[in-house]
């Protein structure tokens, strides 16, 4: 926090940015003269190598799985841009498929960011162009006219304008505990069609808990639960349908006693009462899990737990990767912190509520790991099946997510606030950005297409990979 003390002396620091950063100039989508084929490749450092091929066939399936999958491309892109100079902790990711819902630990069912493998500290208009460009980009993969499609990021960003300016206004402890519940967003649906996908997605969640996530991932086999092989997307790590190379260190480790260890570790960064609620949970199996684009490949396992009673509970503990944003900002690194550490750190500052078992330890090797809950209640919105207004509301109802992630986050709403001022010109830019943006995402996508038809990538669909494997 600075040295600012009135909200009338911040947001006159915020207008002030205006001079040397001009709202209008948030249009430059940057030095996009490099190779995307080459940033991709130096994203693969430390990943499975026989999952790499994976990686690329989901990226391979349309524009905006290659722009979900890029997000190194677009972090080299934005770092050679102006920004506001407001810098605090951001996503790093906020594409419009990393919100969706999950269960508090209240077990309310709510809607916010829910990935940050990319959090980090750097300026909080990156966030909002990798969601536009990422609106503009889906929006014209289901076919929008590009009027339609402006008009949705505009209204949307906008929207995020406002809410900073709201946000402005109110007080830490009231920003802090606010949150959007699905019941809330179910009364104020706009749209018959929209109120139907909310309930769909409340029934969804419903369903998605650990106990009926049981009998699909396991089976008992002589008294203990053993995870299901289905390979590529979960395989015992030492088992017969391993994807890891028999030379990749991780092979000749004793993998119970590494466990342990590393679960120890992670049991320390939990609140004493969350410690004293795993001592009465058993570790049954555990299993390699793939997940997601852009993550495939990283090293990811899930934890099947059990209590007394055989009620399971999932952890995942999953591979903290240096931010794609760390190279251009890396003196915003934490200090003595591990980069698991950092992603809680991110997660917890910028949710409405966060997981009550997120936590932290290093690996084998050296890796860095964050833990979680796997899929509590999580569902997120299958835009393929929007239309025009609903993909509309949902573009704003993630920007309305996004402005408060930022303002309880950064304490900066005064600041920002003043530099979007009371006009559009930042919304419009924005729009100019999305549409720029979204032809270089165009274009990468189609150099990235042809090397992997040339070969110089080796990309495999799922169904090509479970082929393979059944060979």
């Known amino acids: 926090m600075n040295d600012l003390t009135s909200l009338e002396q911040r947001v006159n620091h915020g207008k002030s940015l205006r001079i040397n950063v001009p709202r209008a100039s948030h249009d430059a989508v940057g030095n996009v003269k490099r190779d995307p084929i080459k940033l991709l490749k130096a994203s693969n450092k430390t990943r499975v190598e026989r999952l790499i091929p994976l990686r690329y066939g989901r990226m391979l399936e349309s524009p905006f799985a290659f722009y979900r999958g890029g997000a190194c491309i677009q972090a080299h892109d934005l770092s050679t841009t102006a920004d506001s100079g407001l810098i605090q902790q951001i996503c790093g990711d906020a594409h419009i498929m990393n919100f ?10 709510v809607f916010d960011i829910n990935d940050f ?4 500290a750097a300026p909080w208009e990156w966030d909002i162009k990798r969601l536009a460009a990422s609106v503009t980009v889906a929006a014209r993969g289901l076919g929008f006219k590009s009027g339609v ?3 949705i990021v505009f209204n949307a960003v906008e929207h995020y304008r406002k809410s900073i300016a709201k946000y402005a206004e109110m007080n830490v402890l009231d920003i802090w505990y606010e949150k959007v519940t699905f019941d809330e ?6 749209y018959e069609e929209g109120r139907k996908q909310i309930d769909k997605l409340i029934k969804k969640a419903a369903l998605r808990t ?3 996530l049981l009998p699909k991932m396991a089976e008992k086999k002589n008294g203990k639960w053993i995870l299901n092989d289905e390979p590529p997307d979960t395989f015992h790590i030492q088992g017969k349908a391993t994807l890891i190379s028999p030379h990749d ?3 000749s480790m004793d993998e119970g006693k590494t466990i342990r260890k590393v679960y120890g570790q992670y049991l320390k960064t939990l609140a004493p009462s969350h410690q004293l609620l795993l001592s009465r949970f058993e570790i049954q199996d555990l299993v390699f899990k793939v997940v997601g684009v852009g993550s495939v490949g990283t090293r990811c396992v899930a934890l099947l737990l059990t209590d007394a009673h055989e009620q399971p509970l999932f952890i995942q503990a999953k591979q903290a990767l240096p931010s794609v944003l760390s190279p251009y900002f890396p003196q915003q690194k934490l200090a003595d912190k591990q980069r698991g550490q950092n992603i809680v750190y991110g997660q917890r500052l910028m949710q409405s509520a966060s997981d009550s078992f997120l936590g932290w330890a290093k690996g084998p090797l050296g ?3 964050y833990f979680r809950q796997l899929r509590d209640m999580k569902v997120s919105a299958e835009i393929e099946l929007f239309n025009e207004q609903v993909f509309g509301r949902y573009a704003w109802l993630c920007c309305d997510i996004l402005s408060h992630a930022h303002a309880k986050a950064g304490g900066l709403a ?3 606030s003043g530099y979007l001022g009371n006009n559009s010109d930042f919304a419009e830019a924005i729009v100019r950005y999305a549409n720029g943006y979204a032809d270089v995402v165009e274009s990468d996508y189609e150099k990235f297409r042809t090397a992997c038809r040339n070969g110089t990538l080796k990309a495999q669909t799922d169904t090509d990979f479970k082929a393979d494997l059944s060979i």
């Open 100 to 109: 969706g819902g999950f269960a508090t630990p209240e077990r309310n069912l």
């Open 117 to 120: 493998d990319e959090t980090h």
């Open 149 to 151: 499609i402006d008009d």
């Open 185 to 190: 967003m179910l009364a104020s649906a706009k």
């Open 210 to 212: 650990h106990e009926n």
């Open 249 to 251: 260190k991780w092979m």
């Open 367 to 369: 890796y860095e790991f």
């Open 414 to 416: 005064p600041q920002m």
